[in-house]
């Protein structure tokens, strides 16, 4: 576009100011009219030295023969209303030497005349920058060619844009032209490797973090080798454009990493022998005591308890002198794999040397669980030795000590185990002892509950006691709930305290829980036959049975055989244990609810609570618990009044169980709680007695 100015002084005052050289020539005859200050300062010449005289006086021979190749040109395109810009030339200073600039030039109509207006740029930095990278690129590419590592430059995500003759020999190519337009899958990553190092360190790399690692990579010719990368982002940006290019070095370390495989399978192999037995292949006493002393941090912090089982073979020397050293190692071999298959994978089992074992026992929850241990291991012994044709009967003893109680330290324990095994040796070999006297009375007492459980399941030793569930309101006796009983033929009568307990430890309370639920069904039954009406049926089932894959059927097989039916009974669960897996227990309650069966939740408010679960339980009944009676006394009642009005929310019947006293029953009555449990009303009592109740209920 042509420019008109109409006032050519003030537009010559003007370019004085502009931070730029500028040139005013008449197109006519090429003569300079204008020449600002910073045209002074470029070419070393005053305004007055240059006006008047030709464009041409301003370069040398060469660039103004340079110029007349393209003047036409860029006359025609100044004529046409058109910028000539970045123009090469090079500007004549008055001390002779030549300046680079870049021109910019445009046409100007002042007064009816036509003027070129040119703008002059000096460019010396710039081109000596120019020098000066192309001399550094020189010097790159030297070194890029003639490093030591291999130079890789990915682009577009994987594309290899370039690359130097050493990644070329790593990867068995012959030049790097070869690997230039391949994509780096040459390296063979899988798609899931490839993901996983994206995933790993591609945001590194985002965030300009120079990112190291070594993998195992396949070469041209099948070759698997080990090589390290390093890599950067070329882009500037945060986060950066990683399509834009990454760098990456890359190094051959094979034989790096078959060294340290060396030195590692060494070092490992040093350290097993170092920390385990020779022959057996078990933790040796250095690696055994480690393992205590880790047991001992642990149960600082939990607060469980952990016990060690010192085993010794009995009679172990005669197998060494009869038979000689090589049949004892074949005994102490088959003595690790009896002693492995008694212990879980978490517990420990140790060599100290000649017939001598330990086991680390953690995470002991019932001192019943140790016993059952030295018991399996006693049993493992039971099968003779066949070795080299000689059958050997080999028993063992144990000495067992348990953190905290025992000791403290791995030495002490160690000690103290040792000592409890040379007791079990005193007490004629092939049994277990305890490191105090009273815990091994107590493991014996135990061992003898077990066998007198079993043996009173089997002669009915167990009897079925009642205890009425009253109805205040009604004042009539609505139901009943059976209550085990153990008459021992010497021992009298055992408290359900002593031994349901223990029965629930070692799965006995389902054998219990069985044979109640047939002697109270089938004595229902008969008193149902006589004309009695003892209202339901409340029996207490364990988890453990409910949990069990035959309860249900077993169930059914009871009431059918009896001719019971269903709406008769009852079954009570503890709260505390059907929420230790409330899902799939809401699935068993609701296959008893289809048979019929009621549902009460006993122990109401002492277990961990869930309302959420408690609408989702299909339960007919809640069962305050007598703790909460007795705070009646106590004027505490805030959580038995919260129950009351909860069970009531939710249209569940309560029974208050243990009221013994008219101010606990006036209590609950005023609240309307008025199905009742308890001595006030009436005690438990033997089958007879309490058909005798039910009698004269029924005579009333």
């Known amino acids: 576009m042509l420019v008109n100015i109409e006032n050519l002084n003030l537009f010559f005052k003007h370019l004085d100011i502009l931070p730029m050289a500028i040139v005013v020539a008449d197109i006519r005859d090429g003569k300079i009219v204008a020449f600002n200050k910073e045209a002074e300062t470029l070419w070393m010449h005053k305004a ?25 040109k860029d006359i025609e395109m100044l004529e046409s209303g058109r910028i000539v810009k970045n123009t090469l030339n090079a500007a004549l200073r008055s001390d002779g030497k030549e300046i680079p600039i870049e021109i910019k030039a ?68 012959d030049s790097p032209r070869d690997l230039e337009g391949l994509s780096s899958k040459v390296f063979n990553l899988s798609k899931i490797e490839y993901a996983l190092l994206i995933n790993q360190y591609y945001k590194s790399l985002e965030m300009h973090e120079t990112i190291r690692f070594e993998y195992e990579v396949r070469r041209k010719n099948g070759e698997m080798i080990w090589v390290s990368f390093s ?14 290019g990454i760098i990456w070095i890359v190094d051959d370390i094979t034989e790096k990493h078959r060294i340290i495989n060396e030195l590692q399978k060494k070092t490992t192999l040093l350290d097993f022998q170092a920390h385990h037995d020779e022959l057996t292949g078990l933790p040796n006493r250095t690696l055994y005591r480690d393992r205590i002393e880790q047991a001992i941090e642990k149960s600082k912090r939990t607060g469980e308890k952990f016990a060690l089982l010192f085993i010794d073979l009995d009679h172990f020397k005669q197998v060494n002198d009869s038979l000689g050293h090589d049949a004892g190692d074949k005994v102490i071999l088959k003595a690790t794999k009896r002693l492995k298959e008694s ?5 420990t089992l140790a060599r100290l040397g000649g017939d001598e074992f330990t086991i680390l026992f953690e995470d002991v929850s019932h001192f019943q669980n140790i016993t059952n241990l030295a018991r399996k291991i006693l049993s493992q012994f039971k099968e003779p030795f066949v070795v080299e044709g000689h059958t050997l009967y080999l028993s063992c003893s144990i000495g067992v000590s348990i953190y ?25 070999r092939n049994n277990f002892q305890f490191y105090t006297h009273e815990m091994t009375a107590l493991a014996f007492e135990r061992m003898m509950l077990e066998s007198n459980i079993r043996q009173a399941i089997k002669n009915d030793e167990f009897k079925v006691y009642y205890q009425a569930q009253y109805d205040a309101n009604l004042e009539k006796i609505v139901g009943m ?8 033929p010497t021992l009298g009568m055992i408290p359900p305290s002593k031994f349901i307990p223990f029965a629930e430890e070692n799965n006995l309370i389902v054998e219990i829980d069985s044979w109640m639920m047939k002697h109270a069904i089938c004595e229902y039954v008969s008193w149902k036959k006589e004309g009695i009406d003892p209202g339901i049926l409340s029996l207490n089932l364990a988890i453990k ?53 009621c549902i009460a939740l006993d ?51 309560t029974i208050a169980e243990g009221v013994e006293t008219k101010e606990e029953l006036d209590f609950l009555l005023r609240h309307d709680c008025s199905l009742i449990q308890g001595y006030y009303f009436y005690h438990p009592c033997f089958g007879t007695d309490y058909k005798e109740i039910l009698l004269k209920q029924k005579g009333r």
């Open 404 to 428: 905290p109680d025992d000791g403290e330290s791995a030495e002490d324990l160690l000690k103290y185990a040792d000592n409890a095994m040379y007791r079990a040796k005193e007490e004629g």
């Open 231 to 244: 890599g950067k982002a070329i882009d500037k940006e945060t986060p950066a454009d990683l399509k834009k």
């Open 481 to 488: 709930e059976a209550l085990i009983r153990w008459e021992h």
């Open 343 to 347: 212990i879980r994978m978490e517990d």
């Open 545 to 597: 049975h409910l949990e069990s894959e035959t309860f249900l059927e077993n169930l059914k097989k009871i009431m059918q055989t009896h001719d019971f039916n269903p709406k008769w009974l009852k079954l009570e669960i503890l709260e505390r244990d059907i929420m230790k897996h409330p899902e799939q227990n809401i699935i068993k309650l609701k296959a008893l609810k289809n048979l019929g069966v």
């Open 48 to 72: 007055e030295d240059v006006l008047g005289k030709p464009q041409t006086f301003l370069h040398s021979a060469y660039w103004n023969e340079k110029s007349r190749e393209t003047f036409s």
């Open 603 to 653: 122990d109401f408010g002492v277990g961990n609570s869930s309302l959420m679960y408690l609408k989702e339980f299909p339960i007919d009944y809640i069962k305050i618990d007598q703790s909460f009676i007795r705070g009646i006394q106590s004027n505490d009642n805030t959580i038995l009044l919260a129950i009351i009005a909860l069970s009531a929310a939710l249209n569940l019947e």
């Open 106 to 173: 445009n046409m100007v109509i002042i007064d009816n005349c036509k003027y070129i207006v040119g703008i002059f740029n000096s460019i010396a930095q710039r081109m000596e920058a120019y020098k000066l990278l192309e001399e550094k690129e020189k010097e790159i590419t030297n070194i890029f060619e003639n490093s030591q590592v291999g130079i890789l430059y990915l682009k577009n995500g994987r594309e290899i844009i370039k690359s130097n003759q050493r990644l070329a020999d790593i990867l068995g190519y």
